[in-house]
Every structure is written in structure tokens, then in C-alpha cells.
């Protein structure tokens, strides 16, 4: 149900204030149509009963928020479809300025106090009942997570705790199965994990845990809710929420506003079978990878026609297109949303942005570039915690028998090989070419503002993106005054050329030649691990509800079973502890020498323009189709969280 249907349906039936005075004028004699009325007559007027005027409203003393008349109310001083009118100029005038903001509280303070309906049973018996039923891994590692969280609140993470750079001769280099090399040493957290954190770890990788996919369910949705809110209160709150998780409207939020809209094209050419697709979000890729029995092939394409609602879904499973209300219909849109997440976690989050990008910039960083070197301390922030991040994630979650092997439902070779497909594909991209060149408002035959509506990640990624890379380029103009056109070769800075070469080894870059080239590297490697990571590593929004997203893929089912959906919300917790925010405080990591005003400077504009873009995201999500908050700076981390 539509929450702010249901808001103002209460509001028409029982409005606040219930009466107005006006003071006749000509316009007013004429609407109201009463003779022998002098001019300046105070007219006094019932809003109730107007706002259940049975020749506007049918059945108007029935609440019913799905009424197609319900734009007809007069509750914020005007009609309410006028209120809503795209053209400002035909909007009442004195309408009030607080409709979305009394909107937007309402709902919040709602959602807060939400009961769950029909809850009958007893919470502690059945939690009890599925808790003994879990294997001993999953508990294990619920206990383990509920420690975590303890340790993350008791000491949050702050910038101010960040620390100069350390001089360290070697980081501990690792190399993992899935081919890459790591450090493991981080100047961050220079003792590493305590004595008890390294037995639990040890004592999790051990062959005691019996590996098995438990199939038992949960009773009903509310007691699947009940279960989340209880055993996994720490689950991170979600930057925005999803309504009807299953109907077809949220298939269009997730391909144009959700993580996986990065990957929404338009066709190049039409479709035979399906004349009205336009745009296409296509996850068969993961169909190529095996998957234990008894579960289905992940993969699936979804295709969508010019007012991005989904008509037909490519289900590589069955080999076979399902068309809109065609049997099996909800079953395909449940294998899209969750191909979607799979692919988004594994490739974008997992292995993109923690083991290829961040891995990358924080171990060419310390290693190539000396403790007292300026740059260094630049990047400091957006490296803080990387080192401990990327090599716990690749000890407890993407190792054989971990989390995540657990988690899906790829046989663990399998899961190898889906890693060198991606590693294999991987091709180092700015972020703006992270996006379709056919997904411009241009290409879509829209000006700016309706496509804004439409496809938020077009504004908001390119607007990001100016802003971090005007911080970078500020940063060599400040700091090598001897810069004339940053199209020029790398000054003459022996470590920065150290730098640049084994960023462009590393990213497998051909051309990293000039200033201009290792600014658009930099911003790119900064961007994804604040920005992008926002977009790809913020699962909570999709895991309030079970239905909405798979992490395993059972026939004819709709919903995860308890221990896969308990494991998915460990991984969201446990991913989900908060580096620094991106508006906290380094300015005691910037060199107090002959370029620290203009250094500090630099740092003031960027907070200032990313406040900025967080405002205007703001303002530009009350008109979007759906919000989107994944660009929005005032979610994000200065580095990269698990
Ligand atoms: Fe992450």
C-alpha cells in the first residue's frame, strides 16, 4: 500500500483544521453562486465537509486510501492534484510550503511504531524453535556478529582517530584463491586482531562446521519479520525503503533507482518477440555458473518498455521468456531482483570495489609512497581501515566454507571461476562510463529534469564525480606549483612516477602519462570507494523483507528459508560497520608547511560542494519517481566499510 495514500486519506477524513473564513470578493460571489451576497461578507467554509462531498468523492465516509478521487482533497490549503502539478506556475499560490515535509515526517514516525499484523505466536518459543534448528556455522557466526556490532558502537569509528602515516618496510602481501594479492599489515590497526579474535577466526575456518543448505522455512512473512527485527536489530537502517517488495512497480525502482541500475541500457535493437521493450537490465551472465542441487541457475533479463514498466523476463534457468502476468511471472521477477543482488555483491562490491580498486590504491599508497610524501596523507582518508577491511572480508567471508560460499548457492569452484570471469572482464572504467551512453537524457529523448525523474544515478554519479575530482586537481595545482597545463607529463617527483606505474600495473592501464591521466585514476579510486560503495555495498535496503531478494533460488519459491535469509542479514551487518563519516573532520592530517592554507582551503570547498550535492539531492527527491540516495554524500563513509 502507498504510504502517503494512506496518510492523506486519514488527513481528508479527518483534517486538522476543519474551517476557513474568507472575505467575499466578485470571484467568490460568482463560484459560490448565492444571490443577494454583498461584497466583503465573511463566508465561513466547512473543509470537512467539503472533503466528503459526495458529488467529489464516492463513498466518501469509507476509508479507503486506494480511492481514485483522492487528489480531490483540500487539506494543505489547495486541491491537492494542483499541489502536485510538475508546472509550478499552476500550483495554488498559497499552498503550504510544508506538504512533503509533514508527508515525509508522518511516514517516518509511522514506520518507526509499524506493528507487525497477525503476530500470534509466542516470539520467544518460535525463535527458539528456528534458532536449534540453525546449523552450528550460522550460529557461530550470529555470535560473532552480535560481537562486532558490540566492539563498532562501543568505539565508533572517527577521523580524528586517524593517524599520520607510518613508515613500514613490508605490509605482510598475501595471495588469495581468487588470484589477487593483498597486505595484510595496516598502519590503521598496527597490532591486528586480538588473541580471541584470531582463535574465533581460526576456530571458523576449521573443518568442524558441517557445510549444508538447510531448506526449513518460516511460518509466514510476519514471522520471518519478527525474526529479523529480534536476532539481527543491528541491521543497518536503510537509506530507502522498498514498498510491495514483489509488485511490479519495485522491478522499476530496482533497474532505475535501485544497485543495479548502473547496468540498465536501452536495446540497440528492437526485440521480434517483444516490440515494446525498450531497456534491458540483463543478469544471464551468472547462468554459467553451476549451483548446488536442489537450487536453480541464477540469471535472468528483464526487459522494460518506454515508461519503464517491465514487460517480459529472459529466465536462463528454464531457458525460456515469461511475459507479464504469464504463469510463473512472480517467480521470474524474484530471479531477476536477486541475480541483481548476487551479481551487484559478488562482482561490484566484493571483488571491483574492495579486491581490485581499494585493494589497489591503498597498497600502492603505502608502499610507493614514502610517510611523509604530501599525496600520502591526502589519500589518507579514503584508505583508512582499508588494509583490515579487505583482509578479514577475504579470511571469514569470500574463503571456502565462509559466508558467502554459504550464502549463494555457487558450488565453491564454481564460485572461483565467477571470480575469474570478473577479474577477466574487469576493465578499469572512470565512473561517469559506468553508465550506458544510451541512458543520457539526450539518448532518451528527455530534457535534464525529466530524466532526473526517471534515471536519479544520471545526475547524481556526474555530480559526485565533479566534485572529487575538482578536489584531486586542486590538490597538484597546490602542491607542484611548477604545474603550467595538467596535460603535461608527471612532474619531477621520482615517487609520484613510482606511484603512477604500479596504479597503472595494478589496473592494467595503458595510458597513464600525464597529470590530467593519474587525477582521472585517483578520482576514480576515491570515488569508488566512498561513492560507488554506496551504491553496490548498502544491502540493508533489500534485505527488510525476504521476499524481495533470493540469495539461493528454489522452484516455485518466493521467499528465503531461515537460514539463508539469517546468513544474507549477518553478511549485511557484519559489511555494514561504519567507517568515518564522509563529513568528519581530517583537517589535523594536512602538513602544517608552506601549503597548508591552500591545502585547507581545497579540503573547506569540497566539504562545501559535497553539502551542497546533499542538499540538492535532497530537494531533487521529493520529485524523483523513487528516491535515490546512493550519491547522496551525507550516507557515505570517507573509506571503504566491509
Ligand atoms: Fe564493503
Known amino acids: 500500500m502507498n ?22 470578493n466578485k ?10 451576497l454583498p461584497e466583503q461578507t465573511l463566508v465561513h467554509c466547512s473543509i470537512v465537509n467539503a472533503n466528503r462531498d459526495k458529488k467529489i468523492f464516492i463513498n466518501p465516509d469509507q476509508f479507503n486510501p486506494q480511492r481514485l478521487d483522492l487528489n480531490k482533497i483540500l487539506v494543505w490549503n489547495g486541491l491537492e492534484e494542483d499541489i502536485l502539478n510538475s508546472d509550478e506556475t499552476k500550483r495554488p499560490i498559497r499552498y503550504c510550503p510544508g506538504h512533503d515535509l509533514s508527508l515525509d515526517v508522518i511516514q517516518y514516525v509511522v514506520e518507526q511504531f509499524l506493528p507487525i499484523p497477525n503476530m500470534k505466536l509466542n516470539i520467544c518459543e518460535y525463535q527458539l524453535i528456528k534458532y536449534h534448528r540453525l546449523d552450528n556455522y550460522t550460529k557461530l557466526v550470529m555470535r560473532l556478529m552480535n560481537i562486532a556490532v558490540e566492539q563498532a558502537t562501543r568505539y565508533p569509528a572517527r577521523a580524528i582517530d586517524m593517524c599520520q602515516p607510518k613508515y613500514k618496510n613490508k605490509l605482510g602481501m598475501i595471495r588469495l584463491p581468487i588470484g589477487k594479492s593483498i597486505p595484510s599489515w595496516d598502519e590503521d590497526f598496527p597490532r591486528g586482531a586480538t588473541v580471541f579474535r584470531r582463535f ?40 530507502v525503503i522498498f514498498h510491495d517488495v514483489d509488485s511490479d512497480k519495485t522491478m522499476t525502482q ?12 536501452r536495446l540497440e535493437k528492437p526485440i521480434d518477440e517483444l516490440p515494446q521493450a525498450i531497456y534491458v537490465n540483463d543478469m544471464t551472465c551468472l547462468a554459467r555458473f553451476n549451483v548446488r542441487k536442489p537450487f536453480e541457475r541464477y540469471g535472468a533479463a528483464a526487459y522494460f518498455d518506454e515508461n519503464c514498466r517491465p514487460i517480459a523476463i529472459y529466465w536462463s534457468h528454464a531457458c525460456r521468456l515469461v511475459k507479464r502476468g504469464e504463469q510463473f511471472w512472480e517467480h521470474v521477477k524474484f530471479v531477476w531482483r536477486s541475480s541483481c543482488f548476487a551479481y551487484i555483491t559478488i562482482c561490484d562490491h566484493l571483488l571491483v570495489t574492495h579486491m581490485i580498486e581499494t585493494n589497489t590504491l591503498v597498497s600502492t599508497t603505502r608502499q610507493h609512497l ?28 569470500i574463503n571456502q566454507f565462509g559466508l558467502v560460499h554459504r550464502t549463494w548457492a555457487f558450488n565453491y569452484d564454481e564460485y572461483l571461476k565467477l571470480n575469474d570471469y570478473i ?26 529534469d525529466e530524466w532526473d525523474r526517471i534515471y536519479p544515478i544520471y545526475h547524481d554519479l556526474n555530480s559526485f564525480w565533479k566534485i572529487v575530482r575538482n578536489y584531486v586537481k586542486c590538490f597538484f595545482e597546490i602542491n607542484y606549483s611548477s604545474i603550467v597545463s595538467l596535460d603535461e607529463q608527471l612532474p619531477d617527483d621520482v615517487y609520484l612516477r613510482d606511484f603512477a606505474n604500479e596504479l597503472a600495473k595494478q589496473l592494467g592501464i595503458e595510458k597513464l602519462i ?13 570515488a569508488c570507494s566512498i561513492g560507488f560503495h554506496e551504491l553496490v555495498g548498502q544491502s540493508s535496503d533489500y534485505l527488510l523483507d525476504p521476499r524481495f531478494i533470493g540469495m539461493k533460488l528454489e522452484e516455485n519459491k518466493q521467499i528465503q528459508n531461515v537460514q539463508t535469509y539469517s546468513q544474507a542479514l549477518i553478511l549485511s551487518v557484519v559489511t555494514s560497520l561504519r567507517m568515518p563519516n564522509l563529513f568528519d573532520n581530517w583537517t589535523h592530517l594536512i602538513g602544517h608547511d608552506e601549503f597548508y592554507l591552500n591545502n585547507l582551503h ?34 557515505m563513509d570517507c573509506s571503504t566499510s566491509a
Open 423 to 448: 577479474l577477466m572482464n574487469y576493465r578499469f572504467r572512470l565512473l561517469p562510463d559506468y553508465l550506458s551512453t544510451t541512458m543520457s537524457p539526450k539518448a532518451n529523448h528527455k530534457t535534464a
Open 27 to 36: 470571484e467568490i460571489l460568482n463560484d459560490l453562486s448565492i444571490q443577494n
Open 200 to 239: 574465533v577466526r581460526w576456530l571458523m575456518n576449521k573443518n568442524l562446521w558441517q557445510f549444508s543448505d538447510d531448506l526449513f522455512e518460516f511460518d509466514s512473512i510476519e514471522q520471518a519479520i519478527q525474526w529479523r527485527l529480534k536476532m539481527f536489530s543491528s541491521l543497518a537502517a536503510p537509506n
Open 370 to 397: 614514502p610517510h611523509h610524501h604530501r599525496l600520502r596523507a591526502f589519500l589518507k582518508p579514503f584508505t583508512y581501515h582499508t588494509i583490515t577491511i579487505n583482509h578479514q572480508a577475504s579470511i571469514s567471508l
Open 514 to 526: 600525464s597529470l590530467n591521466d593519474l587525477i582521472d585514476v585517483l578520482t576514480q579510486l576515491i
Open 602 to 635: 581545497n579540503y573547506e570547498n569540497f566539504k562545501r560542494d559535497l553539502e551542497e550535492l546533499s542538499q540538492e539531492i535532497d530537494s531533487r527527491n521529493k520529485i524523483r519517481n523513487y528516491p535515490f540516495e546512493s550519491f547522496n554524500p551525507k550516507f
Open 254 to 265: 530496482l533497474a532505475f533507482s535501485g544497485c543495479a541500475c548502473h547496468y540498465t541500457c
Open 3 to 24: 504510504p502517503k495514500n494512506f496518510i492523506k486519506e486519514c488527513a481528508r477524513l479527518d483534517k486538522v483544521v476543519p474551517m476557513v473564513t474568507v472575505v467575499a
